[in-house]
C-alpha cells in the first residue's frame, strides 16, 4: 500500500462515467458513488461527514486508536491518491458494541468533497 506522502496520482482511476459520485474537492478524483451512502448524520474533523460503505481513489494512513464523539475507535486517516489531501478516516475497529456497525466503512468529509449527480438533459 502506498504511504500517506507518496505521489499516486497515476493510480487515479474513472470508472463511474454516468453515475452519480462524489469526487475530491482538490483535484476532482471520483471518491465514491452516491449509491454507497450510508448516513449524512455523521461529524468529521472540520465540520458534518458522510459514513459510507466503500470509496475509491484512497489511500490509508496509519492505524491509531482516537476518542471520537462516540467513543474510541480504531481508525486510518483517508488521503486521495490525486493530491494527498485528508477526505476523512476509515473505521478498522470500534470498542463500543453499538458501534461495532461501522467498521469497515469511510467517514468522508463533506468540505472535502464534490457531489455530481450526473444529470442528462434530453435535447
Known amino acids: ?34 449509491d454507497e451512502l450510508i448516513s449524512k448524520s455523521f461529524s468529521g474533523r472540520e465540520g458534518r461527514g458522510y459514513l459510507m460503505h466503500s470509496a475509491v481513489n484512497v489511500k490509508l494512513g496509519k492505524k491509531e486508536d482516537r476518542p471520537l464523539l462516540t467513543g474510541v475507535h480504531t481508525v486510518a486517516d483517508v488521503f486521495c491518491v490525486g493530491c494527498n489531501d485528508r477526505l476523512g478516516w476509515y473505521y478498522h475497529k470500534a470498542s463500543d458494541y453499538s458501534q461495532k456497525y461501522k467498521e469497515g466503512k469511510y467517514l468522508l468529509e463533506r468540505e472535502k468533497l464534490v457531489k455530481d449527480n450526473a444529470w442528462k438533459l434530453d435535447e
Open 1 to 34: 500500500m502506498a504511504s500517506s506522502t507518496s505521489d499516486t496520482k497515476t493510480q487515479v482511476i474513472s470508472t463511474y462515467h454516468d453515475h452519480a459520485t462524489f469526487s475530491c474537492a482538490q483535484c476532482s478524483a471520483v471518491v465514491a458513488l452516491q
